[in-house]
């Protein structure tokens, strides 16, 4: 019976999608052309979850051998023409998988992994051109399910010399859950503050005199702007976010506005694949100095084509959001409410704040080819668990636990110089969802469990860091009881 269970389900999943454009001659005969690595689907009954896994697991082996036989059958798995896309050949399910597929590819040469000057694997960065430090995506995304953390050993180490750690930045890989609902809350956020300023500017020139105004977006306050009657801006009382006002939730500094600029980037320096837009518009400290439409000289152009971006960007997207898990001991229950409110009680809350809202959750990727955005609904479409409406009406929430703001954290915490202009001490308040899934913690993983975490906070988190440590034993116990209810949901996959 499981026997026939397992291979119904390899029969629906093999036939779940069929992207591979220039088919093998064995796919041909029927085989499947994708791998659908996994799904947007979470089957409430684990067993059935667990024979899922299987017949994936199945199937990627299979394909395995497909590639053996047939070099290149990955590959071309992998490929898809954005014209497509804006067409609407795929629905967004098909869209997900193939995503899934390019962040579980192996990247090779023949596919334009690395580069003409780069070494094979480089633990530590070379500038801006990067390592290549691994092979896939979830070589360091995986902790805690797909699209995870990554542990100490999976950090980064950015923009070094290419020989020596004390020469580089070290990262540890975060999680990459509701990365697009991220996304669009920091969008609303940036549209909030730039009516703000829209407001000053206009002020400023009908009074004939400099105007001065708080910049406040969902609840979360940035510091002041003045606008000048002439059109300028004195932004220097402006805190937490860069004076073009643009909210950047991504990267433990916040370096990244958009899914699309922290992909492009992971591409070229994890893996030297080169997006065919980023050879276009890149520096060549970033993408080599060749030239021309190969600029890291490895013979391989069009690397990672602008429909392959569009597929890994969308896969992001549609990350499941992490939930809130209830202990089954009532004593626990207990002490996860009180946890609950000592939370607010020392200001965590303060820069972790637990939620925000957010009007639409339809995520709308526009085209850089002219054509026609890609739109994606994520409360229909994204992988469960999905964002949900309240039940008693009112706008969508996220339970982020972050403000999306950069914070001063303290000597402790600095790093040896500023990244790309962002002060060395200055860290984005990390989003605390799903947190009990992705140890270990702080942006180079220097933290092996929560509480160490938080005894590491200063600078402006020196206060709410004190409250902690003078909590009884007991007290402490309740936080952390708290914190590890901020969970993902149980996703049962075979590596
Ligand atoms: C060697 C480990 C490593 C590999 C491989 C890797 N990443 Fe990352 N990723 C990181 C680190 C470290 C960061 C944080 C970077 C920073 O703070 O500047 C990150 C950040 C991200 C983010 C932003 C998340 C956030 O909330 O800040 C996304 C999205 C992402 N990676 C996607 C990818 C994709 C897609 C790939 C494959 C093309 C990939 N990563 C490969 C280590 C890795
Ligand atoms: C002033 C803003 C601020 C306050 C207040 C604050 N934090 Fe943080 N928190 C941050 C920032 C910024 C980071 C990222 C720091 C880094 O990576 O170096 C962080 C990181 C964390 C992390 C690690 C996250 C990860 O994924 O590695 C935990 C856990 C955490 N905070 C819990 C707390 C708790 C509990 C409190 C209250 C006792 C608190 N924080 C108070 C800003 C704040």
Sequence with gaps: MRRSLVLSLVATTLVACALDPTPTPTAQKGTARALGVYTTNLDPDLERQAYDALARDAQ??????????????????????????????????????????????????????????LPHL????????????????DSC????????????????????????????????????????????????????????????????????????GPLVAKGVAFGELEARPDGRLDGTSVLGVDTDLVVKP??????????????????????????????AHGDPARVGAFGGTDPDGDGITDEVREGQVTALVLFLAMQEVPVTDTPVDQDHVVALGKGEARFQALGCATCHVPSLTLESA??????????????????????????????????????????????????GLAEREADRA??????LTRPLWGIARSRPYLHDARAPTLEDAILLHGGEAQA?????????????????????SLTRARRLSVP
């Excluded at 098909?94 to 334009?112: D, K, P, R, V």
């Excluded at 969008?187 to 005199?209: D, I």
């Excluded at 709410?464 to 590890?484: C, I, N, Q, W």
């Design 60 to 117: 990627r082996r299979e394909h395995r051998f497909l590639d053996a036989a047939d070099p290149g059958h990955l590959a071309r798995s992998i490929r898809v023409e954005q014209s497509d896309l804006e067409a609407g050949a795929h629905s967004p399910e098909e869209i997900f998988q193939l995503g899934a597929q390019i962040f579980h590819a192996t990247f090779t040469l023949e596919m334009g992994y690395g580069g003409k000057d």
């Design 250 to 279: 991504f990267g433990w500094k916040g370096h990244f506005a958009s899914l699309r600029d922290v992909v492009e980037d992971e591409l070229n320096v994890h893996h030297g694949m080169q997006s065919t837009w980023l050879v």
């Design 422 to 427: 962002v002060r060395p001490g200055t860290f």
């Design 141 to 212: 995304h995986w902790r805690g399910g797909p699209g995870g953390a990554g542990d100490a050993a999976d950090n980064a180490y950015l923009d070094g010399d290419g020989d020596r750690q004390s020469s580089a930045l070290a990262r540890n890989p975060p999680s990459l859950v509701g990365a697009g609902l991220v996304e669009l809350v920091a969008r609303e956020m940036s549209a909030e503050l730039g009516r703000a300023r829209e407001a000053l500017v206009a002020r400023a020139k009908a009074e004939g005199k400099p105007a001065r």
């Design 362 to 411: 339809v995520y709308s990727l526009p085209s850089r080819e002219g054509g026609a955005p890609i739109r994606v609904d994520l409360q229909k479409d994204a992988a469960l668990p999905r964002i949900a409406p309240p039940f008693d009406g009112g706008p969508l929430r996220l339970y982020l636990y972050s403000d999306l703001k950069r914070h001063d954290m303290g000597p």
């Design 464 to 484: 709410a860091r004190d409250a902690f440590a003078a909590l009884s034993e007991p007290e402490r116990g309740e936080l952390r009881v708290f914190l590890t």
């Design 122 to 137: 480089a633990r530590f960065h070379a500038g801006r051109r990067g390592g290549p430090d691994a092979m896939r995506c």
